[in-house]
């Protein structure tokens, strides 16, 4: 949670211990929550290297700010995974894909990103150990995002990371456009230590189990470390959660006036509507009433709503009634869905060294993560998908009924099902380094060779969809045609023993389907560091060098299940996403520190990179320099300027003719004709295929960053120190997904020159190139139904970012009383600035992402005792409807202009939680602790003109778990 800005008197200790492998391009530790110190007086530090530079230094804060935190810190702050830890930080923003892990259609729910800074979760550099990982091998979104997986890096492994926001890459190359995280593994160990913990969530899921070992040896020359962990952790599933477990959780303002009259139905579980009128009302003809008691047949998982709606005019509600007929509703549309994926891992690691000689350690490292994380969204259900009888303006005579059907539902129960069908992904990922290291040049400078290899595989087995097996189970085969008021259909007899009433799993099983896609990634890289002083400037003190070469081959394979998206056979979300390549990247770096003056020292570093894929990414040429003056002694003023480089994602680049198959969504231009303002999705009559592929003409996306501020250990009152520093990053030709909910609004706004909302669509001016495009990416019918939609990456004019970073640290020691520490972090986001052509208007969105965010930790140790305390605070962020005309009690939204318009200004409230933590050590060898997570059992509240899930504010770090409590053991067996 919180962000530990190193300090010289606080961490002097922990570096010098960290220094104690020769040669090695060793990472600042943290001081842990329980060290005290003996003295304050200075120390004299050896040479370390931190994340930002590859020269070693005697400082420990350098010219850019580094936050340092170690894992035992993290799990005293009451927290299981590093993920759910870094998206605590201030620097981290919510990731881009699918904002949310319960998102329709998000293929990587099993994974986890960080995203610093608002820049998306591929402008973050993940490193383990220094080196880069692989990539996640399953794309976000419907393929639209490339990142790394924090979700499979234990805790438990963690010795610390840092934490770089800021760009840097002149140091590091691509994806470090918006900083770099630095997860550094445990190295040495000495003995075997055995680590239990359990509990969960008290408002139930989540169940925790984790049992971690971890051992290591030393010789005269050689040292081993051995981890084992196993982690077992339960979903948390909507029907955990019930206060937003269906449609009709929607805040009431998003209620229209017919809902608010009459109750608001949720989502069609089984329904024939009657399409004798379906060109002219689109398919929502009246429903035919089920049979009595058919709702009631499923158990609770349907009940019969009765479905009325009224006319208005105006600001006014017209008299009279117009009867829709009846269904059975689903009771809790998103029950099945996970609001927090299942997860059970088992993960290795070992790493060990070996002195050859006096100057020269062989090294090496082995990790092997496996898990099976648990998912899902709907349950399978038949519905007229494209190709069916009664998709589109197509109709159907039903013998049985002796009607006409436009449009149908049948979702099936896990009652049918016999299991709740899951989606189950198993993944592997293996990360393999060796290297040598040693001292030349009369010691002056350390070399370091290391080749890696890493491997990513992640098969996906699920539930599938055959809708022609459903529609043939219920509906039968075609028994002829029929003309009906002049227009020919086919014939069908409703089998209504079936679809009224409960079938059995057997009887599931004869059109049932499961399936399995798969993904692999993989990456191999050589890198040869060199490092050390140059010579000796006329001051005494000396020009420190840095140099890198890298070789770095990678590629990906997206592979789903060959019986593609069909009538027969589709997944889940009805997607079929493929591609596959490859990249070879050649870099060279190089960097120095020049003391100009005893109190001036100045950083300077380029980076060339050499691409060789199928993009017109060619060669990248970065650059940085930085400045750090200490005027007098405790005080640094410091400085960056540096530009930035991002070579295209490879799934942009590689993505092949991918298709989805959409039905549920919310059509904004059919929103803004009918004046409905809060346009929530629901399940559409007509489906429409959803086209999207990479592109091999994307031009690298470029930029600049730059920070500046200051540390400043307080005179006077020793173990204060603050610090404050601004920072501002920009993007040239960044990448853009257009996604479906983007491409459909800039459509709607294109055509009309509005928002949902009623205000005016300032996004893009009209007629512009974009807004052509825009336009002729959604293909409609001549009744306005989408029939076809293209998405894809687009190269963007521009993005800036900025803010401000600020920390207080306070540490105090007494003689009785033990030692105190108090941190205070806060950042604020003063703008996040975007526009898509040099002739759209520059937007600032600030408001749209968390625009403030501050963190404290406060820790008392006292002989064998520790207690931590941790509160954070995200500020609010603009609710829905925000700008929008405030609705009135009849349920009517007036439009900006209008008498009856009062503008409305709501915010998500700030988001506050406190967690706690307390441990006693029994004696040297055995530990216990309490760790308790959100305190207060605070979860996400729905807002008054939520219209669609997910309700709460997951961008403003609102979660629905709430409390949680835990339980640790701590044996340290010799």
């Given at each position: 949670?919180?962000?530990?800005?190193?300090?010289?008197?606080?961490?002097?200790?922990?570096?010098?211990?960290?220094?104690?492998?020769?040669?090695?391009?060793?990472?600042?530790?943290?001081?842990?929550?329980?060290?005290?110190?003996?003295?304050?007086?200075?120390?004299?530090?050896?040479?370390?290297?931190?994340?930002?530079?590859?020269?070693?230094?005697?400082?420990?804060?350098?010219?850019?700010?580094?936050?340092?935190?170690?894992?035992?810190?993290?799990?005293?702050?009451?927290?299981?995974?590093?993920?759910?830890?870094?998206?605590?930080?201030?620097?981290?923003?919510?990731?881009?894909?699918?904002?949310?892990?319960?998102?329709?259609?998000?293929?990587?729910?099993?994974?986890?990103?960080?995203?610093?800074?608002?820049?998306?979760?591929?402008?973050?550099?993940?490193?383990?150990?220094?080196?880069?990982?692989?990539?996640?091998?399953?794309?976000?979104?419907?393929?639209?995002?490339?990142?790394?997986?924090?979700?499979?890096?234990?805790?438990?492994?963690?010795?610390?990371?840092?934490?770089?926001?800021?760009?840097?890459?002149?140091?590091?190359?691509?994806?470090?456009?918006?900083?770099?995280?630095?997860?550094?593994?445990?190295?040495?160990?000495?003995?075997?230590?055995?680590?239990?913990?359990?509990?969960?969530?008290?408002?139930?899921?989540?169940?925790?189990?984790?049992?971690?070992?971890?051992?290591?040896?030393?010789?005269?020359?050689?040292?081993?470390?051995?981890?084992?962990?196993?982690?077992?952790?339960?979903?948390?599933?909507?029907?955990?959660?019930?206060?937003?477990?269906?449609?009709?959780d929607a805040g009431y303002g998003a209620w229209n006036p017919s809902q608010r009259l009459f109750g608001f139905g949720?989502?069609?579980?089984?329904?024939?509507?009657?399409?004798?009128?379906?060109?002219?009302?689109?398919?929502?003809?009246?429903?035919?009433?089920?049979?009595?008691?058919?709702?009631?047949?499923?158990?609770?998982?349907?009940?019969?709503?009765?479905?009325?709606?009224?006319?208005?005019?105006?600001?006014?509600?017209?008299?009279?009634?117009?009867?829709?007929?009846?269904?059975?509703?689903?009771?809790?549309?998103?029950?099945?869905?996970?609001?927090?994926?299942?997860?059970?891992?088992?993960?290795?690691?070992?790493?060990?060294?070996?002195?050859?000689?006096?100057?020269?350690?062989?090294?090496?490292?082995?990790?092997?993560?496996?898990?099976?994380?648990?998912?899902?969204?709907?349950?399978?259900?038949?519905?007229?998908?494209?190709?069916?009888?009664?998709?589109?303006?197509?109709?159907?005579?039903?013998?049985?009924?002796?009607?006409?059907?436009?449009?149908?539902?049948?979702?099936?129960?896990?009652?049918?099902?016999?299991?709740?069908?899951?989606?189950?992904?198993?993944?592997?990922?293996?990360?393999?380094?060796?290297?040598?290291?040693?001292?030349?040049?009369?010691?002056?400078?350390?070399?370091?060779?290391?080749?890696?290899?890493?491997?990513?595989?992640?098969?996906?087995?699920?539930?599938?969809?055959?809708?022609?097996?459903?529609?043939?189970?219920?509906?039968?085969?075609?028994?002829?045609?029929?003309?009906?008021?002049?227009?020919?259909?086919?014939?069908?007899?409703?089998?209504?023993?079936?679809?009224?009433?409960?079938?059995?799993?057997?009887q599931y099983a004869t059109f049932g389907v499961n399936g399995e896609d798969s993904a692999y990634t993989w990456m191999?890289?050589?890198?040869?560091?060199?490092?050390?002083?140059?010579?000796?400037?006329?001051?005494?003190?000396?020009?420190?060098?840095?140099?890198?070469?890298?070789?770095?081959?990678?590629?990906?394979?997206?592979?789903?299940?060959?019986?593609?998206?069909?009538?027969?056979?589709?997944?889940?979300?009805?997607?079929?996403?493929?591609?596959?390549?490859?990249?070879?990247?050649?870099?060279?770096?190089t960097e120095f520190r020049v003391p100009l003056l005893d109190s001036l020292t100045w950083t300077v570093s380029g980076?060339?990179?050499?691409?060789?894929?199928?993009?017109?990414?060619?060669?990248?040429?970065?650059?940085?320099?930085?400045?750090?003056?200490?005027?007098?002694?405790?005080?640094?003023?410091?400085?960056?300027?540096?530009?930035?480089?991002?070579?295209?994602?490879?799934?942009?680049?590689?993505?092949?003719?991918?298709?989805?198959?959409?039905?549920?969504?919310?059509?904004?231009?059919?929103?803004?004709?009918?004046?409905?303002?809060?346009?929530?999705?629901?399940?559409?009559?007509?489906?429409?295929?959803?086209?999207?592929?990479?592109?091999?003409?994307?031009?690298?996306?470029?930029?600049?960053?730059?920070?500046?501020?200051?540390?400043?250990?307080?005179?006077?009152?020793?173990?204060?120190?603050?610090?404050?520093?601004?920072?501002?990053?920009?993007?040239?030709?960044?990448?853009?997904?257009?996604?479906?909910?983007?491409?459909?609004?800039?459509?709607?706004?294109?055509?009309?020159?509005?928002?949902?909302?009623?205000?005016?669509?300032?996004?893009?001016?009209?007629?512009?190139?974009?807004?052509?495009?825009?336009?002729?990416?959604?293909?409609?019918?001549?009744?306005?139904?989408?029939?076809?939609?293209?998405?894809?990456?687009?190269?963007?004019?521009?993005?800036?970012?900025?803010?401000?970073?600020?920390?207080?640290?306070?540490?105090?020691?007494?003689?009785?009383?033990?030692?105190?520490?108090?941190?205070?972090?806060?950042?604020?986001?003063?703008?996040?600035?975007?526009?898509?052509?040099?002739?759209?208007?520059?937007?600032?969105?600030?408001?749209?992402?968390?625009?403030?965010?501050?963190?404290?930790?406060?820790?008392?140790?006292?002989?064998?005792?520790?207690?931590?305390?941790?509160?954070?605070?995200?500020?609010?962020?603009?609710?829905?409807?925000?700008?929008?005309?405030?609705?009135?009690?009849?349920?009517?939204?007036?439009?900006?202009?209008?008498?009856?318009?009062?503008?409305?200004?709501?915010?998500?409230?700030?988001?506050?939680?406190?967690?706690?933590?307390?441990?006693?050590?029994?004696?040297?060898?055995?530990?216990?602790?309490?760790?308790?997570?959100?305190?207060?059992?605070?979860?996400?509240?729905?807002?008054?003109?939520?219209?669609?899930?997910?309700?709460?504010?997951?961008?403003?770090?609102?979660?629905?778990?709430?409390?949680?409590?835990?339980?640790?053991?701590?044996?340290?067996?010799?």
């Amino acid at each position: 949670m919180t962000i530990f800005y190193v300090r010289r008197r606080v961490l002097a200790g922990s570096l010098a211990l960290a220094l104690a492998a020769p040669c090695a391009l060793a990472q600042v530790s943290a001081a842990s929550s329980g060290e005290q110190e003996t003295s304050s007086s200075p120390k004299t530090l050896e040479k370390v290297t931190v994340t930002g530079s590859r020269i070693p230094r005697s400082e420990i804060e350098g010219d850019a700010p580094v936050s340092v935190i170690t894992g035992e810190q993290i799990k005293a702050q009451g927290y299981t995974t590093l993920y759910e830890f870094l998206g605590s930080m201030p620097q981290v923003s919510t990731p881009e894909f699918g904002n949310g892990i319960s998102t329709w259609g998000n293929n990587a729910a099993n994974a986890r990103s960080i995203n610093l800074r608002n820049l998306g979760a591929d402008h973050t550099l993940l490193l383990i150990n220094g080196y880069r990982v692989t990539d996640y091998p399953v794309p976000g979104t419907f393929g639209q995002s490339t990142f790394q997986n924090y979700n499979n890096i234990s805790v438990g492994m963690v010795d610390h990371i840092e934490v770089l926001g800021s760009g840097a890459s002149s140091i590091y190359g691509s994806d470090a456009v918006a900083g770099v995280i630095n997860v550094i593994l445990k190295k040495t160990y000495q003995g075997d230590n055995i680590k239990l913990t359990g509990g969960g969530a008290t408002r139930g899921g989540r169940a925790y189990g984790d049992f971690l070992y971890t051992g290591g040896r030393s010789g005269e020359k050689w040292h081993l470390l051995y981890t084992y962990e196993h982690t077992n952790r339960s979903p948390l599933w909507g029907r955990d959660r019930p206060y937003t477990d269906a449609q009709s959780d929607a805040g009431y303002g998003a209620w229209n006036p017919s809902q608010r009259l009459f109750g608001f139905g949720n989502g069609t579980g089984l329904a024939l509507v009657n399409g004798a009128n379906k060109q002219v009302d689109g398919g929502k003809g009246p429903y035919i009433a089920p049979p009595v008691g058919a709702c009631g047949r499923f158990g609770n998982n349907f009940s019969l709503y009765h479905k009325q709606t009224v006319a208005t005019s105006g600001n006014q509600v017209l008299p009279g009634v117009m009867d829709g007929g009846y269904y059975c509703q689903l009771n809790a549309d998103y029950g099945n869905w996970v609001l927090s994926p299942g997860l059970r891992a088992d993960n290795f690691y070992v790493a060990g060294d070996y002195q050859l000689t006096d100057k020269l350690q062989a090294y090496g490292s082995v990790g092997l993560f496996t898990n099976t994380g648990t998912t899902n969204t709907q349950l399978p259900g038949l519905g007229p998908i494209a190709g069916l009888p009664g998709s589109g303006n197509s109709v159907f005579y039903d013998q049985t009924t002796g009607q006409v059907i436009g449009n149908y539902s049948r979702q099936l129960t896990p009652q049918e099902l016999g299991s709740y069908g899951n989606t189950h992904t198993r993944e592997k990922n293996w990360d393999i380094h060796a290297g040598l290291r040693g001292r030349i040049f009369d010691d002056r400078f350390n070399w370091d060779v290391n080749v890696g290899s890493s491997k990513y595989i992640v098969h996906q087995y699920y539930t599938g969809l055959n809708q022609q097996g459903m529609f043939d189970f219920f509906f039968g085969p075609q028994l002829g045609d029929t003309t009906i008021n002049g227009v020919s259909m086919p014939v069908y007899a409703l089998n209504t023993e079936r679809f009224w009433n409960p079938i059995t799993p057997s009887q599931y099983a004869t059109f049932g389907v499961n399936g399995e896609d798969s993904a692999y990634t993989w990456m191999n890289q050589a890198v040869f560091n060199l490092n050390g002083d140059l010579f000796e400037m006329g001051n005494g003190q000396s020009v420190g060098f840095a140099g890198v070469l890298e070789m770095n081959h990678q590629g990906f394979h997206l592979a789903p299940d060959p019986r593609g998206n069909t009538l027969q056979f589709s997944n889940p979300f009805q997607n079929y996403i493929t591609g596959g390549g490859t990249r070879t990247r050649y870099s060279a770096a190089t960097e120095f520190r020049v003391p100009l003056l005893d109190s001036l020292t100045w950083t300077v570093s380029g980076r060339l990179d050499k691409y060789q894929d199928h993009s017109v990414a060619n060669i990248a040429k970065t650059y940085g320099i930085g400045l750090e003056w200490r005027p007098i002694d405790g005080l640094l003023l410091r400085g960056t300027y540096g530009t930035n480089f991002h070579a295209p994602d490879m799934q942009a680049i590689y993505l092949a003719n991918s298709q989805q198959t959409v039905g549920f969504y919310a059509d904004p231009l059919l929103c803004i004709q009918t004046g409905d303002r809060t346009c929530q999705a629901y399940q559409h009559s007509t489906y429409f295929p959803q086209y999207q592929t990479g592109s091999r003409d994307l031009l690298p996306e470029t930029g600049h960053s730059w920070t500046y501020g200051f540390v400043w250990d307080v005179p006077g009152i020793d173990g204060l120190s603050v610090s404050a520093d601004y920072w501002k990053m920009g993007i040239n030709n960044a990448i853009k997904w257009i996604g479906q909910g983007t491409a459909l609004d800039d459509e709607a706004g294109c055509r009309t020159g509005l928002q949902v909302n009623g205000a005016p669509y300032v996004a893009h001016a009209m007629g512009s190139a974009y807004c052509q495009q825009a336009i002729h990416n959604v293909t409609r019918d001549a009744s306005g139904n989408i029939i076809g939609l293209r998405t894809g990456p687009i190269n963007v004019a521009s993005l800036y970012v900025s803010g401000v970073d600020s920390t207080l640290t306070y540490k105090y020691n007494t003689s009785h009383w033990g030692s105190f520490k108090f941190d205070l972090n806060y950042t604020n986001n003063l703008s996040y600035q975007e526009r898509d052509l040099p002739t759209d208007p520059l937007l600032n969105t600030r408001y749209n992402y968390p625009a403030t965010k501050t963190v404290f930790n406060a820790n008392w140790h006292i002989n064998a005792w520790d207690f931590t305390l941790h509160g954070e605070r995200t500020g609010g962020v603009r609710a829905p409807n925000y700008g929008g005309c405030t609705v009135l009690p009849n349920g009517i939204q007036p439009g900006l202009g209008d008498t009856d318009c009062v503008i409305y200004k709501g915010h998500y409230p700030n988001w506050v939680i406190f967690s706690t933590a307390a441990s006693y050590a029994i004696n040297d060898k055995l530990k216990v602790g309490l760790n308790i997570a959100n305190i207060f059992d605070k979860v996400g509240v729905i807002p008054y003109y939520a219209g669609g899930f997910e309700y709460i504010a997951t961008n403003q770090g609102a979660g629905y778990v709430g409390r949680e409590v835990f339980l640790s053991l701590d044996w340290k067996i010799d």
